[in-house]
Nanobody, 128 residues
């Protein structure tokens, strides 16, 4: 399959919004679990949000209420809508996936979880 590719990062002011996208190869995308993770300089990678093929979702406490993860399986794409961005959201954001048909739950614990395939990241910078 082709690589997992993130896009949509950039520079935004505090309180602003960005929408990230993660596009994967086409085979059985609806049978995959997709997670978003981020890593800031000098800090450990942390989970942001995840979504199953049935759109069951989980969010990190730091992003819940501000970020929304969604997927459009026909486009092989998962989106991360980020609103009310804060300086502490600055990081490289990665999407990741694993194959799990009919998964009902997902996890973002431990900064890695069970995710096997990773994109190369997109930079999000929140600054005045």
């Amino acid at each position: 399959q082709l690589p997992l590719v993130e896009s949509g990062g950039g520079l935004v002011q505090p309180g602003g919004s960005l929408r990230l996208s993660c596009t994967a190869s086409g085979f059985n995308f609806d049978d995959t679990v997709i997670g978003w993770f981020r890593q800031a300089p000098g800090k450990e990678r942390e989970g942001v949000a995840c979504i199953t093929g049935y759109s069951n979702r989980r969010y990190a406490d730091s992003t819940k209420g501000r970020f929304t993860i969604s997927r459009v399986n026909a486009e092989n794409t998962v989106y991360l809508q980020m609103n009310n961005l804060k300086s502490e959201d600055t990081a490289v954001y990665y999407c990741a996936e694993y194959y799990r048909p009919e998964a009902r739950e997902c996890t973002i614990d431990g900064g890695k979880g069970p995710y096997l395939f990773w994109g190369r990241g997109t930079q999000v910078s929140v600054s005045s």
